[in-house]
């Protein structure tokens, strides 16, 4: 497969790849991750998701474009400069918050509903 074949990219996509050239973000999630996820979040009304390794925030581009109104997704990264700008693209969205904490602690700390989906894109060890 081509990735140019893929026409129904998140419209903020091409956005966020920009950014990711442009500060040297060496670590972007694939396009097919992207439509994998975008797949399983349709597939969840109503979910309650979670992802580990917010990164620039394309893996959370394809996510956000699967979910419905009603769904929730956190979202963690422990890298700060990361973090404000994703919230550049993502803060308005109510359906999204944003953690800037290292992902162990957060979820050793989690005492919140179970989740619906975990996309970890993280360290290995945990």
């Given at each position: 497969m081509i990735d140019s074949n893929i026409q129904?990219?998140?419209k903020i996509h091409q956005q966020i790849e920009q950014k990711s050239a442009e500060i040297g973000f060496t670590m972007p999630s694939d396009v097919y991750v992207g439509t994998l996820l975008k797949?399983?979040?349709?597939?969840?009304?109503k979910g309650k998701f979670l992802e580990l390794g917010t990164g620039?925030?394309?893996s959370?581009?394809?996510?956000?474009d699967g979910m419905d109104a009603e769904s929730e997704l956190i979202s963690v990264d422990n890298d700060p400069k990361?973090?404000?700008?994703?919230?550049d693209y993502f803060e308005s969205d109510k359906r999204v918050k944003l953690f800037c904490e290292d992902g162990s602690e957060w979820?050793?700390?989690?005492?919140?509903?179970?989740f619906d989906l975990i996309?970890?894109?993280?360290w290995p060890e945990i």
């Open positions: 129904d990219k998140p797949t399983l979040m349709a597939s969840k009304p620039i925030g394309l959370l581009s394809w996510m956000v990361l973090i404000a700008i994703v919230k979820i050793k700390n989690y005492l919140g509903e179970k996309f970890a894109d993280a």
